[in-house]
């Protein structure tokens, strides 16, 4: 039988293989899992440590009992990001592209009696091959999971097919029959034994000899238990045993769940035939000072949060995730969006490597039953333009998915300025959109528009939400939140406003916060932090639940009762009479200000009051037998630790009423600017100059014509307002008196 021996402890460690061959004295010892990105990757300034690193590991031969020669060796590698080349005694036994996913080496013919040396070079170094190569999230370097020798019996289930467990196991269900056929893949022996068994003492056993290395069976599964989500994630435990001369020479495990699902265009996800709107969160790996370098219990506290908060599907972005991972979600309900990293940047030399990525991803994870669905990209249109070269790349790709699994549909995640008519928004069987609206751009209004005029559009095209989000520093507050002051306010509105865009679509099939976490993106440094993007609903370190996390708490999570007061952070109040925002899921909640009963209110999830304050105030939510209690205090001049120092003022220009009706103004669309060849002009000159102080994004911008279609809905006020210190407001003056000049009764000229 085999044994797999955990390799992670006492590796030498340096940072460059040429200077550990110069300078062996700089040798660290680590133990796995590592990164060398934990810090240079989280603070900021893009400048973390990107090239070749090696790490050394010797050991003996009689320490692990591998002296007996009739046996088969592995070094098996469960993630080294992103490039590994394995070495054992000087020799190259693996190149292994890819950062995210299992891969094996066999090194039995490398291994001699006596002392070894297993060495790694571990790259993450640019390159125009491996993807990811541009995308916003660090792309740490090193071994950081776990390492195992394998060693097994000259008789087993293979192991070199693209790091598979050598099984294939297919269930199919009909109402609450299954039908289950069993495959593998081995070397040498004569039968495999496949059990499937409840747990609960029914077992379901089938026997099929082994013909060229493949054996296959079917198992029927009368009345099964099927896998139904948070309400009833059953799994099935399968044993593969394989035998030789009727003796068990090699066993492999793993589980499967019982579940049918599909996708109706106008009524979204189904699961075992009900209606199952997939409401979640999408997640990062990474976390505060580990990296990627993270261990069970940390995945073990991420997936109870997303518990907590009701979530009954996660996006695992923007790559492979951890076996552990996927198995907490099987065992949790919770349904999966898989996804490789073929991401922001199409690279034509990239190909092979999203082929190897999608195959590893398919064939390690086929048998989770909380996966759905395999994301072939994201956002691949943002970084150039719809090649042939490209749509091949998306071509093969949705047939190897096919190929190798059909039982899963496919799907790809758009940017929003990808023209919805454009063919390869359909490409995949189902779709999702990134939409900012209402932050990087434009008003929140235009999440809603954006999807209403799709539907209608396209109305047989299955659609979903893949990523909204806004940043959130949970020190920063206002009671008076406006787009992109990173305030724990803003995000609130923009999540409420959100939640009811999704709520009153049921047509979309799936929809994922970005992000649940705070992550790592060493480029970033706005909303007061440095390598961080602040999408998150909990921070970094996962110590931070924000305000909007208990918006959807309120509405996912029916098990919990609870009364969430927002501001627990938010203490100094300049204003007489300020906003006290409660999150529930209860109908009512009671205030109380000072120990004094102040009002009630009705509601759904939101309860917005407004408390007069004139000292420090001990304010209090109750709901049933729930309860939250803050703090807040009236002070005379704004708390300046809670808004950034360069924050730009709250620009508005002019208020309506100074605005000369039935003449054009800045307060007019792009698009209704442009239908008016005087107004057109006036805007194209402004524009010209935008871009000129912007760079080739505004230039890329300004010849994205799906971009364009999207810019030309949002008022010329808006984006003025985003091209910040770009447009001084002297220029915005003129501008806006220039088009009042013009009639709108003037026409279309
Ligand atoms: C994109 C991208 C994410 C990124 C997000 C953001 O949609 O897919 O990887 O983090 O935008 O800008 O926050």
Redesign the pocket.
């Known amino acids: 039988m085999r044994r797999d021996i955990i390799l992670n402890n006492d590796w030498k460690f340096a940072k460059n293989e040429q200077l550990a061959k110069v300078y062996p004295n700089d040798w660290q010892t680590v133990n796995l899992p590592h990164t060398w990105n934990n810090i240079d990757g989280q603070d900021g300034g893009n400048d973390y440590i990107r090239g070749t690193a090696q790490y050394v590991k010797s050991f003996n031969t009689s320490q692990f009992d591998i002296t007996d020669s009739s046996k088969d060796i592995y070094l098996e590698f469960r993630g080294a990001s992103m490039s590994a080349k394995v070495f054992v005694n000087d020799k190259q036994v693996e190149n292994h592209c890819g950062g995210f996913s299992t891969f094996r080496c066999d090194i039995t013919d490398y291994i001699k009696g006596g002392d070894n040396k297993i060495a790694v070079l571990v790259d993450n170094s640019e390159n125009t091959t491996v993807y990811p190569q541009r ?3 660090t792309f740490y370097g090193g071994i950081y999971r776990d390492v195992y020798l394998v060693v097994a019996d000259k008789n087993h289930f293979d192991m070199n097919y693209y790091g598979s467990n050598g099984i294939k196991i297919t269930p199919q269900v009909n109402e609450k029959n299954a039908k289950v056929t069993c495959e593998a893949w081995v070397t040498g022996g004569d039968a495999v034994v496949f059990s499937i068994s409840d747990g609960e003492g029914e077992c379901f056993r089938s026997k099929a000899a082994v013909s060229n290395g493949y054996a296959k069976t079917e198992i029927n599964i009368d009345n099964c238990h099927l896998w139904n989500g948070i309400d009833d994630p059953f799994c099935y435990d399968v044993d593969a045993q394989l035998e030789f001369n009727n003796e068990v020479v090699d066993c492999v495990n793993t589980i499967i769940g019982f579940r049918s699902f599909f996708v109706d265009p106008r009524k979204g996800f189904f699961l075992n035939g009900k209606s199952y709107p997939l409401r979640g969160v999408s997640r990062h790996q990474d976390r505060l000072g580990v990296g990627n370098a993270i261990n069970l219990n940390m995945q073990k506290e991420d997936i109870e949060i997303i518990k907590e908060i009701g979530a009954n599907t996660i996006r695992l ?2 790559y492979q995730h951890s076996q552990e991972f996927y198995d907490l979600c099987d065992k949790n309900g919770i349904v999966v969006w898989a996804e490789i990293p073929y991401i922001t940047n199409h690279m034509d030399e990239g190909y092979d490597n999203t082929i190897s990525q999608m195959t590893e991803l398919i064939v390690q994870c086929y048998h989770h039953p909380s996966i759905v669905c395999w994301g072939l990209s ?2 691949i249109t943002v970084g150039g333009k719809i090649t042939d070269n490209l749509l091949k790349n998306h071509n093969d790709l949705n047939l190897l998915a096919h190929r190798l699994d059909s039982t899963r549909f496919t799907t790809m ?1 758009h ?1 929003f300025m990808l023209d919805i008519d454009e063919p390869i928004v359909r490409l995949a069987d189902v779709c999702s959109y ?1 939409l ?1 609206f209402g932050w990087y751009l434009g008003e929140l209004e235009q999440n809603e528009s954006f999807f209403d005029e799709y539907h209608s559009k396209y109305p047989d095209a299955v659609i979903g939400f893949s ?1 909204y ?1 806004a940043d959130a520093n949970p020190e920063l507050h206002s009671s008076r939140p406006v787009k992109n002051d990173y305030t724990e306010e803003y995000q609130c509105i923009y999540h409420e406003h959100i939640l009811k865009c999704i709520n009153d679509r049921p047509y979309l099939w799936a929809t994922h916060v ?2 649940m976490f705070d992550f790592a ?1 060493d480029g970033r440094e706005e909303g007061g932090k440095k390598g961080q ?1 602040q ?1 998150g609903l909990v921070t970094f370190d996962r110590a931070i639940k924000k305000d909007a996390f208990y918006l959807y708490k309120a509405s996912w999570n029916k098990r919990e009762k609870f009364v969430h007061l927002c501001g627990h952070r938010y203490i100094d109040r300049c204003e007489d009479k300020t906003p006290i925002k409660v999150y529930s899921n209860m109908p009512a909640v009671t205030l109380f200000v000072d120990d004094k009963e102040f009002e009630t209110k009705t509601g759904d999830v939101v309860f917005d009051f407004e408390v007069p304050i004139s000292g420090i105030h001990k304010i209090e939510a109750k709901a049933g037998m729930c309860s939250d209690v803050i703090t807040i205090k009236k002070v005379d001049s704004p708390n300046k630790s809670y808004f950034l120092e360069e924050a730009e003022p709250v620009i508005n220009w002019f208020d309506k009423d100074d605005i000369k009706q039935g003449f054009y103004s800045i307060k007019d669309t792009l698009g209704t600017l442009k239908e008016n060849s005087d107004t057109k002009a006036i805007v194209d000159e402004m524009m010209n100059k935008m871009i000129a102080s912007r760079g080739d994004v505004a230039k890329s911008a300004n010849n994205n014509a799906g971009l364009q279609k999207m810019l030309d809905k949002i008022p010329l006020e808006s984006l003025i307002k985003q091209a910040g210190k770009a447009v001084p407001e002297e220029m915005v003056k003129q501008l806006n008196a220039s088009l009042q000049q013009i009639s709108k009764k003037s026409g279309n000229s």
């Open positions: 995308a916003d999230f972005a923007h994201n956002e995640a940017a990134n900012y990523e989000g970005w992000n993106a993007n999408k």
